[in-house]
């Protein structure tokens, strides 16, 4: 069964910094991920989806990356904002599934 | 374009009672999908709709059931509510089975039983 892994769980930053977020996954036989983006007590908003024959994908001051031989992707958030604070997600799509199994978030609070 | 919503937003029941949540798809979307995220559990994918058929259902108990209408919208059932039914209710949905597009996302149903 395909397990997700986001670490780490909080993080605080200053304004102004980069900051890089981590997802591992277990089963490397995935169609595609998904980052996310979910406010407090709000639903999802997706980010960057990146296909499995994708490295990375880029939209603005974000950018995420793929090494699915590894189980591994990053986001990489440019000069940080107090708007970024949120709890970030990550979700597998495996093969032959079309349902997304997700991590359980890293929650970003960024200090004006 | 509208994205996907949900309704009511709020819902709280008790224990044994049934609930009925709805949602509708963005337009064009034929799949939908349900996935509960309560507390301390993380997001935990429920239920899968395309097309007016279930295609895939997540490791709940037969009581959560649902359905997808011919406009593609969808409601969730839950029978006989637990104490630990208690979540926010996710709707997501996709242009279809055979698409590696991305899931888009409701604001959910946040349902709280006493």
């Known amino acids: 069964k395909q397990e997700v892994t986001q670490i780490p769980a909080a993080l605080s930053v200053p304004e102004g910094e980069n900051l890089v977020l981590n997802c591992s996954f277990t089963d490397s036989a995935i169609y595609n991920l998904q980052w996310f983006r979910q406010d407090p007590g709000k639903g999802l908003t997706s980010l960057l989806l990146?296909?499995?024959?994708?490295r990375e994908q880029t939209s603005g001051r974000l950018n995420a990356s793929l090494d699915k031989s590894s189980g591994r992707s990053t986001l990489y958030i440019a000069a940080s904002q107090p708007g970024d604070s949120a709890t970030y997600l990550c979700a597998v799509r495996p093969y032959g599934a079309n349902n997304l199994f997700f991590g359980t978030g890293t929650r970003l609070t960024v200090i004006p | 374009e509208a994205g996907v919503t949900q309704s009511p937003t709020h819902l709280i029941k008790t224990r044994g009672q049934q609930v009925t949540l709805r949602c509708s798809p963005i337009s064009g979307h034929t799949s939908v999908y349900w996935y509960q995220q309560a507390l301390g559990l993380g997001l935990q994918f429920l239920l899968w709709y395309d097309e007016g058929e279930e295609r895939n259902r997540g490791n709940f108990p037969p009581r959560f059931s649902g359905r997808q209408f011919p406009n593609y919208s969808s409601e969730l059932n839950v029978n006989a509510l637990e104490l630990e039914d208690s979540a926010l209710y996710l709707c997501?949905?996709?242009?279809?089975?055979?698409?590696?597009?991305?899931?888009?996302f409701g604001d959910g149903t946040r349902l709280s039983i006493l």
């Open positions: 997501a949905s996709s242009p279809g089975r055979y698409s590696n597009q991305p899931q888009h």
């Open positions: 990146i296909q499995s024959s994708q």
